[in-house]
Every structure is written in structure tokens, then in C-alpha cells.
């Protein structure tokens, strides 16, 4: 305002005028600011909200249980009479929390499976039950058939039991792997004669 305005006192109007039109300007743009920025948080809200429910459907289909096809080489129910349980830990071999510092530098945190080889028997029903037993990691399950397409896919939240009966129907050599840390989270399963 001060640039528009002089000493003499006839010009008064005119430097009241300028102010005036300075403040309609200014309040203008600053409308059309929160404008914009109310517009585009709505749009960032919306994107949120429609990659929040794409995620959501994504990780619904992701984990999956043994399929008509997949069945025919392992079954898997929630409940039975079983012939063996394994447990199976998620073991935290070099992480953020503990360390060593230098080897999680080197390779990033280090997770396995504990046992990591599983040996079963054909036909015979056994409880495999999964704990992960980190409380701010995921991990998850995924059961390989023998040319390491996946079987079933399971998610095993942090500070959790996840245990179903497994009966193979095929013998042989079977991979599983944590899809979350790769390359190093994996077992195997070998599924032997009946015995
Ligand atoms: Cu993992």
C-alpha cells in the first residue's frame, strides 16, 4: 500500500482506492489457494482411499489356499485326527532390533525358518503349525509344488499361530519360502513313502 500512496492529502482517494484493490486481489488469490488446496486434498483423500481398497482386494487374492487342482497334490483342512505336529519358527537371525549391526549393513535383517526341512509321510495327515514370532513383522507362507509354483499362500501376522493339517497325496521334494524376505527365508519338505 505504501508505494501507492503521497503526501498530499487530495489524493487520499486514490490511495485508499489502491489499498482497497490491493486487499480484493490479495483475499482473491488467497481464496483461490485454499480452493486449490482443498481440492487437491480431497483428490490426494480419494487416491488414498481407492489405493487403500485396491490394496485391500490385492492382498485378499494374494493369500490363498490349495486350489481343486493343488489338492490333488496336498489337502490342507483346519482340523483332525493327525499322525504328527511340526512346529515351524520364524527366526530372526540378524535384525534392526539386536543386530549385528555390521552383517544387517552387509545383507539387511536376516529371517529363516526353524527347522527349515520338514520330512512327512504320504498319505499321512500332519499339523504344520507356523509361529511368527516377531512382534512388528510379517511374514508369510508360501508352499511350492515341484516346479516351484505356489501351492497355497498363507500370511502369518506378527505374534501369531497359523496351523492347519497337511496330508500329501504326491511324494517327493517341496519348497516353502517367506515371499517377504527373500532370498534367504525358505525350507523344504520332503514327503517320503507311507510308512
Ligand atoms: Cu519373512
Redesign the pocket.
Known amino acids: 500500500m505504501s508505494q501507492h500512496c503521497v503526501s498530499t492529502f487530495h489524493r487520499r482517494a486514490i490511495c485508499l482506492w489502491l489499498a482497497y484493490r490491493d486487499i480484493v486481489r490479495s483475499t482473491t488469490a488467497c481464496t483461490a489457494a485454499i480452493l486449490f488446496a482443498t481440492v487437491a486434498a480431497a483428490g490426494a483423500a480419494n487416491t488414498a482411499g481407492a489405493t487403500a481398497t485396491m490394496s485391500g482386494a490385492a492382498s485378499a487374492a494374494r493369500y490363498f489356499m490349495p486350489d481343486a487342482a493343488a489338492s490333488k497334490i496336498v489337502t490342507v483342512v483346519t482340523a483332525g485326527t493327525v499322525a504328527a505336529s511340526i512346529v515351524v519358527l ?1 527366526a530372526a537371525v540378524a535384525v534392526k532390533e539386536t543386530g549385528p549391526k555390521a552383517t544387517i549393513e552387509h545383507f539387511g535383517e536376516v ?1 529363516a525358518f526353524l527347522p527349515n526341512f520338514i520330512a512327512v509321510h504320504r498319505g499321512e495327515p500332519t499339523r504344520i503349525t507356523l509361529w511368527n514370532l516377531q512382534p512388528d ?4 507362507f508360501v508352499l511350492e509344488d515341484r516346479s516351484g509354483e505356489a501351492l497355497m499362500h498363507l500370511r ?1 501376522a506378527p505374534l501369531s499361530k497359523t496351523s492347519y493339517v497337511y496330508t500329501f497325496h504326491s511324494e517327493g521334494l517341496f519348497g516353502f519360502r ?4 527373500q532370498p534367504e ?1 525358505n525350507g523344504q519338505i520332503l514327503v517320503l513313502p507311507p510308512r
Open positions: 520364524t529371517y513383522d510379517d511374514h508369510d502369518l517367506c515371499a517377504l524376505h527365508m
